[in-house]
């Protein structure tokens, strides 16, 4: 599935990961269920997808605490570009 098609889903398909749930909701601009998504799953996956959103929360010592957890640092890259990067990652 490419990014346009995505976007244009009127709802997550069951098929979809957490992870995969979580970047849909967040790109839908509900990131209180993008959370959800990935707040008590464990694994480097939702902690990556989970470090994102605390990044984009603007929690960034919380955010931190997630990347560590997926083995990575904070990317300086936008956070669009972060997003684009993780749904190539999770979605492809």
Request: aromatic content about 14%; glycine content about 6%; charged content about 35%.
């Amino acid at each position: 599935m490419d990014l346009e098609d995505f976007k244009k889903l009127k709802a997550p398909l069951d098929t979809f990961s957490a992870e995969q749930k979580a970047l849909w909701f967040d790109v839908k601009g509900d990131w209180d269920q993008a959370h959800d998504q990935v707040d008590q799953l464990g694994g480097k996956s939702a902690a990556r997808i989970h470090a994102y959103l605390h990044r984009k929360e603007g929690d960034i010592w919380n955010a931190d605490y997630w990347y560590r957890r997926a083995g990575e640092s904070r990317p300086s890259s936008s956070l669009e570009d972060e997003w684009e990067e993780l749904f190539q990652r999770y979605m492809l």
